[in-house]
Protein backbone atom coordinates (compact mmCIF):
# COMPACT_ATOMS: atom_id res chain seq x y z
CA UNK A 1 0.00 0.00 0.00
CA UNK A 2 1.23 3.38 -0.90
CA UNK A 3 -0.67 4.95 1.67
CA UNK A 4 -1.57 8.75 1.22
CA UNK A 5 0.31 10.55 -1.84
CA UNK A 6 1.02 13.78 -2.36
CA UNK A 7 2.26 15.94 -5.83
CA UNK A 8 4.02 17.97 -6.17
CA UNK A 9 6.09 18.02 -3.39
CA UNK A 10 7.81 21.21 -4.45
CA UNK A 11 5.84 24.32 -6.20
CA UNK A 12 6.66 27.75 -6.57
CA UNK A 13 3.98 29.89 -7.70
CA UNK A 14 3.76 33.94 -8.79
CA UNK A 15 1.06 36.13 -7.16
CA UNK A 16 -1.82 35.38 -8.74
CA UNK A 17 -1.73 32.08 -10.11
CA UNK A 18 -3.53 28.98 -9.99
CA UNK A 19 -2.84 25.46 -9.45
CA UNK A 20 -4.31 22.15 -8.16
CA UNK A 21 -2.13 19.89 -4.92
CA UNK A 22 -3.16 16.29 -5.77
CA UNK A 23 -3.68 13.88 -2.64
CA UNK A 24 -5.10 10.31 -3.05
CA UNK A 25 -5.10 7.47 -0.55
CA UNK A 26 -5.02 3.02 -1.18
CA UNK A 27 -6.93 2.69 2.10
CA UNK A 28 -10.74 3.07 0.79
CA UNK A 29 -10.90 5.55 3.70
CA UNK A 30 -14.16 7.67 4.01
CA UNK A 31 -12.40 10.97 5.45
CA UNK A 32 -9.96 13.11 3.59
CA UNK A 33 -8.27 16.69 4.85
CA UNK A 34 -6.13 19.33 4.20
CA UNK A 35 -4.09 21.02 6.80
CA UNK A 36 -1.32 23.76 6.70
CA UNK A 37 1.69 23.69 8.68
CA UNK A 38 3.35 27.06 9.04
CA UNK A 39 6.09 27.82 11.58
CA UNK A 40 4.65 28.72 15.25
CA UNK A 41 1.25 28.31 13.86
CA UNK A 42 1.18 24.11 14.29
CA UNK A 43 -1.42 22.15 11.98
CA UNK A 44 -4.41 23.63 10.65
CA UNK A 45 -7.47 22.72 8.98
CA UNK A 46 -8.59 23.95 5.73
CA UNK A 47 -11.02 21.51 4.21
CA UNK A 48 -12.04 18.02 5.02
CA UNK A 49 -14.39 15.65 3.27
CA UNK A 50 -16.55 13.04 5.24
CA UNK A 51 -17.10 10.62 1.96
CA UNK A 52 -17.47 11.43 -1.51
CA UNK A 53 -19.82 14.82 -2.33
CA UNK A 54 -19.18 15.40 0.93
CA UNK A 55 -16.81 18.57 1.82
CA UNK A 56 -16.44 21.18 4.30
CA UNK A 57 -14.86 23.86 5.38
CA UNK A 58 -12.08 23.93 8.38
CA UNK A 59 -10.23 26.51 10.47
CA UNK A 60 -8.60 28.18 7.61
CA UNK A 61 -10.77 27.85 4.07
CA UNK A 62 -10.74 31.45 2.44
CA UNK A 63 -8.92 31.20 -0.75
CA UNK A 64 -9.00 27.42 -1.01
CA UNK A 65 -11.72 25.11 -3.02
CA UNK A 66 -11.84 21.16 -2.63
CA UNK A 67 -14.25 18.32 -4.35
CA UNK A 68 -14.42 14.87 -3.64
CA UNK A 69 -15.70 12.88 -6.76
CA UNK A 70 -13.88 9.88 -5.89
CA UNK A 71 -13.41 7.90 -2.53
CA UNK A 72 -9.61 7.99 -3.48
CA UNK A 73 -8.75 11.38 -4.54
CA UNK A 74 -9.00 15.08 -2.65
CA UNK A 75 -7.53 17.38 -4.75
CA UNK A 76 -6.89 21.41 -3.25
CA UNK A 77 -7.38 24.11 -5.72
CA UNK A 78 -5.47 27.51 -5.61
CA UNK A 79 -7.90 30.33 -7.85
CA UNK A 80 -5.52 33.12 -7.42
CA UNK A 81 -2.26 32.22 -5.06
CA UNK A 82 -0.99 34.89 -2.76
CA UNK A 83 1.85 34.81 -0.77
CA UNK A 84 0.27 34.50 2.49
CA UNK A 85 -0.79 30.68 1.21
CA UNK A 86 3.48 30.33 1.21
CA UNK A 87 3.11 26.75 3.56
CA UNK A 88 3.83 22.94 3.81
CA UNK A 89 0.69 21.34 2.82
CA UNK A 90 -0.39 18.38 4.56
CA UNK A 91 -3.09 15.71 3.01
CA UNK A 92 -4.22 13.23 6.05
CA UNK A 93 -7.05 10.52 5.72
CA UNK A 94 -9.07 7.92 8.19
CA UNK A 95 -11.62 5.56 8.48
CA UNK A 96 -14.90 7.08 8.12
CA UNK A 97 -16.22 8.96 11.61
CA UNK A 98 -14.37 6.22 13.54
CA UNK A 99 -11.49 7.34 16.26
CA UNK A 100 -9.13 5.62 14.22
CA UNK A 101 -5.77 7.56 13.54
CA UNK A 102 -4.92 10.10 10.61
CA UNK A 103 -2.66 9.13 8.12
CA UNK A 104 -0.65 11.98 6.78
CA UNK A 105 1.03 12.12 3.04
CA UNK A 106 4.85 13.72 3.13
CA UNK A 107 3.43 16.77 2.38
CA UNK A 108 4.22 19.53 -0.20
CA UNK A 109 6.15 22.91 -0.45
CA UNK A 110 4.62 25.79 -1.80
CA UNK A 111 6.12 29.13 -2.30
CA UNK A 112 4.08 32.12 -3.55
CA UNK A 113 6.51 35.17 -4.38
CA UNK B 1 -14.45 25.72 20.40
CA UNK B 2 -11.59 22.88 21.03
CA UNK B 3 -8.51 24.56 21.98
CA UNK B 4 -4.76 22.67 22.42
CA UNK B 5 -1.84 24.11 24.20
CA UNK B 6 1.17 22.30 24.48
CA UNK B 7 4.83 23.45 26.06
CA UNK B 8 7.10 23.73 26.79
CA UNK B 9 7.42 24.77 22.91
CA UNK B 10 11.37 23.32 22.68
CA UNK B 11 12.91 20.69 25.25
CA UNK B 12 16.40 19.96 24.89
CA UNK B 13 17.70 16.63 26.95
CA UNK B 14 20.98 14.77 27.06
CA UNK B 15 20.98 11.27 26.68
CA UNK B 16 19.43 9.18 29.15
CA UNK B 17 17.98 12.06 30.71
CA UNK B 18 14.25 11.67 31.27
CA UNK B 19 11.83 14.16 30.85
CA UNK B 20 7.69 14.95 30.39
CA UNK B 21 5.61 17.13 27.10
CA UNK B 22 2.76 18.55 28.22
CA UNK B 23 -0.81 18.58 26.25
CA UNK B 24 -3.39 20.57 27.88
CA UNK B 25 -6.51 20.80 26.46
CA UNK B 26 -10.81 22.45 26.25
CA UNK B 27 -13.01 20.10 24.28
CA UNK B 28 -16.73 19.71 24.49
CA UNK B 29 -16.86 16.06 25.44
CA UNK B 30 -13.48 14.53 24.16
CA UNK B 31 -13.63 11.62 21.59
CA UNK B 32 -10.16 10.65 21.63
CA UNK B 33 -6.48 12.65 22.11
CA UNK B 34 -3.91 11.85 19.79
CA UNK B 35 0.04 11.84 19.92
CA UNK B 36 2.21 12.39 16.82
CA UNK B 37 5.26 12.57 15.93
CA UNK B 38 6.90 14.73 12.97
CA UNK B 39 10.63 14.00 12.17
CA UNK B 40 11.67 17.51 9.59
CA UNK B 41 10.48 17.02 6.00
CA UNK B 42 8.13 14.06 6.71
CA UNK B 43 4.44 14.02 7.74
CA UNK B 44 3.58 13.63 11.32
CA UNK B 45 3.22 9.92 12.05
CA UNK B 46 0.89 8.44 14.56
CA UNK B 47 2.03 7.09 18.33
CA UNK B 48 -0.96 6.70 20.75
CA UNK B 49 -5.04 7.27 21.02
CA UNK B 50 -5.79 7.66 24.33
CA UNK B 51 -9.97 7.58 24.58
CA UNK B 52 -10.52 8.14 28.68
CA UNK B 53 -9.06 9.99 31.87
CA UNK B 54 -6.85 7.65 33.55
CA UNK B 55 -5.99 5.67 30.62
CA UNK B 56 -2.35 5.06 29.67
CA UNK B 57 -0.52 3.59 26.83
CA UNK B 58 3.05 3.00 26.31
CA UNK B 59 5.45 2.33 23.12
CA UNK B 60 9.45 1.81 23.92
CA UNK B 61 10.35 4.96 25.65
CA UNK B 62 7.52 7.09 25.40
CA UNK B 63 4.33 6.29 27.33
CA UNK B 64 1.37 8.73 27.37
CA UNK B 65 -1.41 9.71 30.10
CA UNK B 66 -4.31 11.52 29.97
CA UNK B 67 -6.12 13.20 32.92
CA UNK B 68 -9.68 15.23 31.87
CA UNK B 69 -7.59 18.24 31.16
CA UNK B 70 -4.36 17.43 30.26
CA UNK B 71 -1.77 14.69 28.73
CA UNK B 72 1.53 14.02 29.25
CA UNK B 73 3.96 12.03 27.15
CA UNK B 74 6.89 10.64 29.54
CA UNK B 75 9.91 10.01 27.85
CA UNK B 76 12.17 7.51 29.50
CA UNK B 77 16.01 7.46 28.97
CA UNK B 78 16.01 9.24 25.72
CA UNK B 79 18.53 8.86 22.75
CA UNK B 80 19.06 10.95 19.88
CA UNK B 81 16.61 9.37 17.89
CA UNK B 82 14.11 10.26 19.79
CA UNK B 83 14.47 13.87 18.28
CA UNK B 84 11.90 15.11 16.69
CA UNK B 85 8.48 17.32 16.70
CA UNK B 86 5.69 15.85 18.78
CA UNK B 87 2.16 16.77 18.31
CA UNK B 88 -1.18 16.38 20.65
CA UNK B 89 -4.54 16.40 18.57
CA UNK B 90 -7.87 16.45 20.36
CA UNK B 91 -11.36 14.87 18.23
CA UNK B 92 -14.32 16.05 20.16
CA UNK B 93 -18.29 15.94 20.10
CA UNK B 94 -20.05 15.01 16.92
CA UNK B 95 -17.06 16.64 14.88
CA UNK B 96 -14.18 13.95 12.80
CA UNK B 97 -11.70 16.58 12.63
CA UNK B 98 -8.51 16.67 15.23
CA UNK B 99 -7.43 20.42 16.15
CA UNK B 100 -3.94 20.16 16.81
CA UNK B 101 -1.57 21.80 19.21
CA UNK B 102 1.87 23.54 17.86
CA UNK B 103 3.99 21.55 18.48
CA UNK B 104 7.20 20.67 21.00
CA UNK B 105 10.42 20.36 19.25
CA UNK B 106 12.39 17.69 21.22
CA UNK B 107 16.63 17.46 21.09
CA UNK B 108 18.45 14.80 22.61
CA UNK B 109 21.93 15.44 22.41
CA UNK B 110 24.15 12.29 22.86
Known amino acids: NAGVTQTPKFQVLKTGQSMTLQCAQDMNHEYMSWYRQDPGMGLRLIHY???????DQGEVPNGYNVSRSTTEDFPLRLLSAAPSQTSVYFC????????????FGEGSRLTVL | EDQVTQSPEALRLQEGESSSLNCSYTVSGLRGLFWYRQDPGKGPEFLFTLYSAGEEKEKERLKATLTKKESFLHITAPKPEDSATYLC???????????FGKGITLSVRP
Open chain 1, 49 to 55: SVGAGIT
Open chain 2, 89 to 99: AVQSGANSKLT
Open chain 1, 92 to 103: ASKKGDSHGELF
